[in-house]
């Protein structure tokens, strides 16, 4: 007896339409950083300024609390702070250090992030800026302040430290770039390069098309 044939009709096809639209997507960008940070083959006068994540991580999805007015006391009718995702836009993370969340280097580094986010000009409503501190983080106030727009997140459970130990060290004056699709891609020290951020980020940003 034959082996049925494989669905051809349209209930075939719609099933392999995810993966289909997923390798439109996904393909172009992982060819492209692959041919411009991984590969022998480079650009006229490139530099890598960077330290490229090899292999590139996937990071795990989740949806993390956010700290900004999740403690304050809010109208019954106001919505709940959105979660924190590393999904869906490009990320430049800072990972919170000293006991209070988020100490005076860790200031300094949202400040970069800060800058490099505004150097973007109409590239910039691509990307957000994500802070994963702990329980005890941070200053609202001046956070609300002084970082407009920042996504910070309570990164203080079983989870959350599954998460954090994906990030290589050291963290402290890392900004980490984590692209739409969650794969954590690259580490940049801001005290010894910082405006290489901007420049790689740009070039990344142009190449792709998702997020």
Request: glycine share 8%; aromatic share 6%; net charge positive.
């Amino acid at each position: 007896m034959k082996p049925p044939a494989a669905p051809t009709g349209p209930t075939g096809e719609r099933s392999l339409l995810p993966a289909i639209v997923l390798v439109l997507f996904a393909a172009p960008l992982g060819a492209a950083f692959w041919l411009y940070y991984g590969s022998n083959w480079r650009p006229t006068m490139r530099t890598n300024h960077g330290e490229l994540i090899q292999p590139v991580v996937v990071l795990p999805r989740l949806a993390l609390p956010s700290a900004i007015g999740a403690t304050a006391p809010a109208p019954a009718s106001a919505p709940a702070p959105a979660p924190v995702e590393l999904r869906g836009k490009w990320s430049l993370v800072v990972i919170g250090t000293g006991e209070a969340g988020c100490d005076a280097d860790c200031r300094g580094t949202l400040v970069y992030a800060r800058q490099t986010w505004l150097s973007l000009a109409e590239l910039r409503d691509r990307v957000q800026r994500v802070l994963l501190a702990g329980a005890d983080c941070c200053d609202e106030a001046y956070l609300l302040r002084e970082h407009a727009g920042l996504r910070v997140a309570q990164a203080a459970d079983a989870m959350a430290a599954k998460l954090l130990r994906a990030f290589p060290q050291p963290h402290r004056g890392g900004i980490f770039i984590v692209d739409p699709l969650g794969n954590l891609m690259m580490r940049y020290d801001v005290r010894q390069d910082p405006k290489g951020l901007r420049l790689d980020l740009k070039k990344l940003l142009e190449l792709s098309h998702i997020g």
